[in-house]
């Protein structure tokens, strides 16, 4: 065999062995064999968390939410779907560059091409599908509470 196919064959040799892996793990692999598997079956723990995702996840769901301002209740609004931080963002929060071999991790811009810290607090849909955002604290639940403050939009 001559030099130049014996080349061709290492390089094709080596880029098969990189495409399918057989370098070993990736760190992904390595993590999730480190964290094993739960042995537990029945957790009420996961079953409450898969109940609360499944009822935040209906978008037509009304529920309650009450906002307070120094531990006083202000008022309340009936909204649709799911309640949402601010801080959330569709992208990446980060990125890594590498340069010269050196990975650096740097800060994404958000969703609307801006960097920094988004707004604090949370922002959700009324019933009437009107966007309100505030960074008060809140009770949400999805049946009204005996808290006897004015409905804040209708």
């Known amino acids: 065999m001559n030099k130049r196919i014996a080349k061709i064959l290492a390089i094709l040799t080596i880029t098969a062995f990189a495409v399918t892996g057989c370098f070993g793990p990736s760190e992904v692999d390595k993590r999730k064999q480190a964290q094993g598997t739960s042995q537990i079956t029945n957790s009420l723990e996961k079953k409450n968390l898969e109940k609360k995702r499944d ?9 309650y939410l009450y906002v307070f301002t120094y531990g006083t209740p202000v008022g309340y609004y009936i909204t ?3 309640i949402s931080s601010n801080g959330s963002q569709i992208g990446p929060e980060s990125e890594v560059v590498w340069s010269n071999s050196n990975g650096y991790i740097l800060d994404s811009a958000k969703d609307d091409g801006t960097y920094g810290a988004g ?3 949370i922002f959700f849909f009324t019933s009437d599908d009107v966007m309100v955002e ?3 604290d809140y009770i949400q639940s999805d049946a009204p509470l005996a808290i006897n403050v004015p409905r804040l939009y209708k």
Do not use: I, L, V, Y
């Open 134 to 136: 505030t960074n008060f």
């Open 55 to 63: 009822r935040e996840e209906r978008p037509d769901t009304e529920r």
């Open 119 to 121: 707004d604090p607090g």
């Open 80 to 82: 649709k779907g799911k």
